[in-house]
């Protein structure tokens, strides 16, 4: 997801998974419940006999850039987030490391903490995020692809119409971002033309192989 973000079929993979996922849940409050995709992740890893639980709490600065962490085992996973920051961010964060529960596949996990998170929260637009000096490209692309998938697994398609009332009614996007409970960012970056309209293209082109297949 070098560049502009593009209706990519890797784009068109995730709003697919996250689609399948959120439509299977019982709670489809807005602001989207972090815990809600905690039990949804649970759900889908859990295999007969052998559920799957994931842990998240806060923990102290471990160091400059890092805003999150996910330590993944066998039968669980635990998800640190970093305490000082604001509450909004704290639930990006913790999605982003559900995220990668969710979306990533063995190859794509990476044990080397980088500045990608650092990056949005100084304001650095998500099409420039820059790849740290020592992050290989599939590390890199998959850090991406998750921060994009944690923006559709708390703004997702389902609400789409709540937030396009939002912004027919003129609020701007602190009150929108208050009433989604995300950071101000992240709605900046939602209605980019390019974020937005690759967001609406992606998510559509799974609604209709969706009702092909049902």
Request: glycine share 4%.
């Given at each position: ?38 039990r ?21 600065p ?17 998800i640190y ?9 704290q639930?990006y ?13 063995p ?6 903490p ?15 995020l820059?790849?740290?000096h ?8 998959s850090e ?48 980019t033309p ?17 009702a092909?297949?049902?």
């Amino acid at each position: 997801m070098s560049g502009p973000i593009l209706a990519t079929p890797r784009f068109v993979q995730i709003c697919g998974i996250i689609q399948s996922a959120y439509n299977s849940s019982e709670n489809l409050n807005v602001p989207v419940e972090v815990l809600n995709w905690k039990r949804i992740v649970e759900s889908r890893l859990s295999k007969p006999g052998k559920p799957f639980s994931v842990h998240i709490q806060s923990y102290p600065p471990q160091g400059k850039q890092i805003r999150g962490t996910l330590i993944r085992y066998s039968t669980r996973a635990e998800i640190y987030f970093l305490g000082k920051e604001s509450f909004c961010w704290q639930r990006y964060i913790a999605t982003k490391e559900l995220a990668h529960l969710l979306i990533d596949t063995p190859d794509e996990y990476t044990k080397r903490p980088s500045s990608l998170m650092e990056q949005m929260i100084s304001g650095v637009p998500l099409w420039l995020l820059r790849k740290d000096h020592a992050q290989d490209d599939a590390a890199f692309e998959s850090e991406k692809s998750a921060m994009v998938a944690a923006i559709e697994m708390l703004l997702p398609w389902k609400h789409r119409p709540h937030f396009k009332k939002c912004c027919d009614q003129g609020k701007n996007n602190l009150e929108i971002a208050e009433e989604f409970k995300v950071p101000r960012y992240i709605i900046a970056n939602m209605l980019t033309p390019t974020y937005f309209a690759a967001s609406q293209n992606a998510n559509n082109f799974v609604d209709e192989n969706l009702a092909i297949k049902t």
